[in-house]
């Protein structure tokens, strides 16, 4: 038989990691929204046939993680 006594640990262990999820993610994403904009700043001082090729790479990647996205989530 399962030990009664451990289910509340690990009830309020989820529900720790449930309320630190979110921040978590507010962290990965400003990290990553540091990352694009000094991207971003790199491709503009190289000049616009840069800008054409980093712009058709990065579609690429939006849709590919879009897709990948749409199929885990299921």
Avoid: C, N
């Amino acid at each position: 038989m399962d030990d009664v006594s451990r289910y509340p640990a690990t009830l309020a262990e989820e529900t720790l990691l449930g309320l630190l999820l979110p921040f978590w993610q507010l962290v990965i994403g400003a990290f990553v929204l540091f990352v694009v904009l000094v991207s971003v700043g790199r491709l503009v001082r190289r000049g616009p046939s840069r800008m054409t090729t980093a712009l058709l790479i990065t579609a690429a990647a939006i849709a590919g993680f879009t897709v990948v996205g749409v199929l885990l989530e299921s």
